[in-house]
């Protein structure tokens, strides 16, 4: 087993997407992380999952020491995400895994999505310290110098990892409710003050807001700090770790309740900016819940697929069966779309970090319309194949409960679907950025009468009474997620045509369009229940087949 050998696009993407250097740099990594993920990391992260952290808050002589015990199964699974692949090192500095420069993002969450369909849990502290590393050296640079290279260390002597402290009792979404206080002490400052989800609270780096005495009320009172686990003198910090989550999912690594007690602390960036650069990690965050719900949703595509090969029923497979090929078929094409988005927001992030503006503001909006479409998608996907394996779906044996169990997370971390949706309000708002996207996306014969009307709708939607447009913009924020996937998908589809003659993407890309015009799998393209082991395995597919585009 070969998770990157059994995905169906994620090499041919990759071809379109990447520069000719960077995808013959990329290749060996796809082929050596795709079989460690389907063999020992999937191993290691059952074992993880099944034995999860625990606190040990005194040791023998009564000290308080607040200190986390991992599994094995934990620490070899970090080791393969933080030293053997450098996940969370590549976007930092150049000569990770032999690249020249620093990683495209392209290529970080293309491997994160291998990974992650293995072990879903790593991926929080290793997105947060990947994150840490990123807003440290966009707004603090000089000062965190030392930081910036242990986060973004390969070596397991000098790496360190990174955590985001930021919901509290009184205001997890409110974050202009934060209580935490700042004191100034000359060099440094304390904070004082308690937060209620704190993932990865053992943390080497951990960066935090707190209220700035004298710099104004809600989010503008607030700064960025960073608390060390170790004081400069080597001392422990005076982070107290309460007591650890007993989270639904995501078992493998740990989330706690944290005090401050006066802790050390020293300030990121411009203080008055602080909630600024909170958002920059927190966007960035979200992207990384867009990228682990496609990884889930394809592990349990792939279940799913392996599954109904191997069952009979009433002496037919049931791959075969009319009923389950069309359950199969909008879990298969809304993975391949979500692919496609994920992968097209890295690269707009990665020409935005070359000083692009107006792929800044595409990611911008890509960001939480990922999240909020794909984090909800993965919880039906996950739960869709947990139903087709029956009863053993069920049963903690099999990798199905542990998928739905962690689908759930990306919905609500970083924000709720309902946060989520008012964010992409706010950007069109202030940006008007569904026409960003019509602009961008909307000159595709294909999907131009779609972007048409989306365009219009938006404008008609920000007409509307405050509390009307809050009521609508889920549902048309999914319109407009769906839009860009099916551009994409068409995108991806003129490439192959014109580079192979291969018809297989068109053919998901007309499917997945007829989907968005009528959810009834009978009103697919005909070729699409003619080629359904193509669609879900990959294999050529005869273009003159797919432009006949004959009804079910």
């Known amino acids: ?31 050596e992380l795709g079989e460690v993920a389907a063999g020992d990391l999937d191993r290691q992260a059952a074992l993880a999952d099944a034995n999860p952290p625990r606190l040990v808050q005194y040791a023998a002589d009564g000290t308080r020491i607040d200190e986390i015990v991992f599994h094995p199964a934990h620490d070899r699974a970090a080791a393969i995400a933080y030293e053997r692949f450098g996940l969370a090192a590549m976007s930092h500095r150049p000569g990770v895994l032999g690249w020249p420069a620093k990683v495209p993002h392209t ?56 955590a985001m402290f930021m919901t509290e009792k009184q205001g997890g979404t409110d974050v202009g409710r934060t209580a935490t206080v700042a004191t100034e002490q000359g060099g440094h400052w304390i904070l004082t003050g308690k937060k209620w989800f704190a993932s990865n609270p053992g943390a080497d780096v951990m960066l935090t807001l707190a209220r700035v005495p004298g710099q104004g009320e809600g989010t503008r009172g607030l700064g960025m700090f960073l608390v060390p686990r170790l004081r400069p003198d080597g001392t422990r910090n005076a982070v107290r770790i309460d007591r650890l989550k007993d989270k639904l999912g995501s078992k493998s690594i740990a989330s706690g309740e944290v005090t401050l007690e006066e802790a050390y602390a020293t300030p990121v960036g411009q203080l008055t900016d602080g909630f600024r650069q909170m958002a920059e990690m927190l966007n960035v965050s979200r992207l990384s819940n867009a990228m682990r719900a496609t990884a889930l949703m394809r592990r349990a595509v792939r279940e799913s697929v392996d ?38 927001a890295a690269a707009r992030l990665t020409a935005a970090d070359d000083g692009d503006a107006g792929a800044r503001a595409l990611v911008r909006v890509l960001t939480p319309l990922a999240k ?39 919905s609500i971390w970083e924000g709720s679907s309902n946060v989520i949706a008012l964010d992409v309000l706010r950007c069109m708002r202030r940006q008007s950025a569904h026409r960003t996207l019509a602009d961008t996306y909307g000159d595709r014969a294909a999907t131009a009468d779609r972007w048409d009307l989306l365009r219009k709708k938006g404008d008609a939607l920000l007409e509307l009474p405050a509390d009307e447009q809050e ?82």
């Open 1 to 31: 087993m070969n998770y990157a050998d059994r995905d169906p696009a994620l090499r041919p993407l990759l071809d379109r997407i990447l520069s000719a250097e960077d995808r013959t740099r990329v290749e060996p990594l796809l082929a």
């Open 107 to 162: 290529v970080k969450y293309a491997l994160s999505y291998l990974y992650v369909q293995a072990e879903f849990g790593m991926a929080c502290p290793l997105s947060m310290t990947d994150s840490a590393a990123r807003i440290l050296r966009l707004f603090d640079p000089e000062r965190y110098a030392d930081e910036i290279a242990a986060l973004s260390s390969t070596d397991p002597e000098l790496r360190a990892t990174g």
């Open 307 to 344: 599954h109904t090969r191997g069952r009979e029923v009433f002496g037919t497979p049931l791959f075969d069966q009319p009923l389950m090929r069309a359950t199969l078929l909008p879990m298969i094409l809304d993975t391949e779309a979500a692919l496609h988005l994920v992968v097209e």
């Open 372 to 410: 909020h479409t794909l984090c909800k998608r993965a919880r039906t996907v996950t739960g869709e194949a947990m139903e087709i394996r029956g009863g053993n779906g069920y049963i903690e044996d099999w990798v199905n409960p542990r998928l739905v169990r962690d689908a759930h997370l990306g």
């Open 471 to 552: 009521m609508r913009i889920g549902r048309y924020a999914d319109e407009l997620t769906r839009a860009v996937m099916a551009t994409l998908l068409y995108e991806q589809a003129d490439h192959e045509v014109r580079a192979t003659g291969d018809g297989r993407a068109l053919l998901v890309a007309r499917s997945y369009s007829a989907l968005l015009d009528d959810s009834d799998p009978a009103a697919l393209p005909r070729p699409a229940l003619d080629h359904f082991a193509e669609l879900a395995d990959g294999g050529r597919v005869p273009l003159a087949d797919v432009q006949e585009n004959d009804r079910a």
